[in-house]
């Protein structure tokens, strides 16, 4: 069955730091891939995604993702987080097949410190 | 344009209560989802539907029901609440073609007492 990996489940970064979130994924078939985040109380909102060619997909608030198709990863990276960046990020992944379901990992909080 | 809508936003049950969650969405999706997001989790799909009248189960489907009269909307129906039951649920849809995310609902916080 899918799956979708969150190895860390809190990470902690100094404002002004480098991020990267890592997600792994497990899937037969090419997947449609997702980063969205959710601020505490609040729905879901989609940071970027990823369906074909460029492999390096940028998306909104300057987070960028790279899907690698060998390591089966789609790893969330920001080059300079911002205090406003905590929430929890959530990778997810689709296939084009039997409802498009989209599968959900178990999400990784982001803590900025001063 | 509205979007996917959800109510009530709150809602607190006591145990063996039933309730019904309301779900709309004005874009014309095809498909609709129905997710629960314990504290601290990610989001398990509870049940989807690919069209009125063709609905089937997620990853935890026990303890709910759904059904799909029209394209527009998708009622989730809880029966026997549970303190399990306590959860936000999030209600998204997405059209049938084309490279596009689902969209997701606010969600409706429920707890079970």
């Known amino acids: 069955a899918q799956s979708v990996t969150q190895p860390d489940i809190h990470i902690t970064v100094s404002e002004g730091a480098s991020l990267e979130l890592r997600c792994n994924y497990s899937?037969?078939?090419?997947?449609?891939l997702f980063w969205y985040v959710q601020s505490p109380g609040q729905g879901l909102q989609l940071l970027l995604k990823y369906f074909s060619g460029d492999t390096l997909v940028q998306g909104i608030k300057g987070f960028e993702a790279e899907f690698k198709r060998s390591q089966s990863s789609f790893n969330l990276r920001k080059p300079s987080v911002h205090w406003s960046d905590a929430a929890e990020y959530f990778c997810?992944?689709?296939?084009?097949?039997?409802?498009?379901?989209?599968?959900f990992g178990a999400g990784t909080r982001l803590f900025v410190k001063a | 344009n509205a979007g996917v809508t959800q109510t009530p936003k709150f809602r607190i049950l006591k145990i063996g209560q039933s309730m019904t969650l309301q779900c709309t969405q004005d874009?014309?999706?095809?498909?609709m989802y129905w997710y629960r997001q314990d504290p601290g989790m990610g989001l398990k799909l509870i049940y989807y539907?690919?069209?009125?009248?063709?609905?089937d189960k997620g990853e935890v489907p026990n303890g709910y029901n759904v059904s799909r009269s029209t394209t527009e909307d998708f009622p989730l129906r809880l029966e026997l609440a549970a303190p399990s039951q306590t959860s936000v649920y999030f209600c998204?849809?997405?059209?049938?073609?084309?490279?596009?995310?689902?969209?997701f609902g606010q969600g409706t916080r429920l707890t079970v007492v």
């Open positions: 899937y037969g078939a090419t997947p449609y």
């Open positions: 998204a849809s997405r059209p049938f073609q084309g490279n596009t995310e689902a969209f």
């Open positions: 874009m014309n999706h095809n498909y």
């Open positions: 997810a992944v689709a296939l084009n097949t039997g409802g498009f379901k989209t599968i």
């Open positions: 539907s690919v069209g009125a009248g063709i609905t």
